[in-house]
């Protein structure tokens, strides 16, 4: 299960990435978007827990290097990592998951992949709601963000409807605390 390893790489990549960049933010005096950087590492982490549930081993990820920026340049980054991973990375990978049919958890991981691909979509559109904000020179106005524990959907306000893409109750968003 080669691209199970590489997606859980893929997204302790993001988590590692996403915490630099929520301390940059923070550095630069934009708060709310640290506070959405550090929404993303916790909702990566969901993918990586459903990710290491359908491989059942052992497995810890190889540590990468990646590149830092200035907050506009850092949300860039993740925002064209995030629709890579939903346009590139998890369509690939679910079709390789499609043909191996012998595998016994091979729904378990097909069902992780295409959460988190649609995830990655709401979290590319997050982004981008936040660089617009900064396109202007303004902070990005967030109060709140809650993630689905299932499957790592982010939105900024209560949900009141069952999850756009894993269809769980509303009851399990959480909102991400702040520091
Ligand atoms: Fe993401
Ligand atoms: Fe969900």
Request: glycine share 2%; aromatic share 12%; with cysteine.
């Given at each position: 299960?080669e ?5 859980i790489n893929g997204e ?10 929520a ?27 459903n990710h290491?549930n ?16 200035t ?20 369509p ?5 998951i ?11 991981a097909?069902l992780?992949?295409?959460?988190a ?24 106005d967030c ?13 900024f ?5 069952i999850?756009?893409?894993?269809r ?5 968003y959480?909102k991400?605390?702040?520091?």
């Amino acid at each position: 299960m080669e691209y199970l390893k590489k997606a859980i790489n893929g997204e302790t990549l993001a988590t590692q990435k996403y915490s630099v960049f929520a301390e940059i933010a923070k550095k630069e005096g934009f708060a709310n978007i640290a506070y959405l950087f550090e929404s993303l590492t916790v909702a990566e982490k969901i993918h990586i827990k459903n990710h290491k549930n359908a491989l059942d081993e052992d497995y810890k990820p190889e540590n990468e290097d990646f590149t830092r920026g200035t907050t506009v340049e850092n949300v860039k980054d993740a925002m064209d990592a995030e629709l890579w991973e939903n346009k590139k990375m998890y369509p690939s990978f679910i079709k390789e998951i499609k043909k191996d049919k012998k595998n016994p958890m091979q729904k378990v991981a097909q069902l992780s992949f295409e959460w988190a691909r649609d995830v990655e979509l709401t979290h590319h559109k997050a982004l981008k709601i936040a660089m617009k904000y900064l396109e202007q020179g303004k902070e990005f106005d967030c109060s709140e963000i809650y993630i689905c524990k299932v499957c790592g959907n982010l939105v900024f306000s209560k949900p009141t409807k069952i999850c756009p893409i894993c269809r769980h109750d509303p009851a399990f968003y959480f909102k991400v605390k702040r520091d």
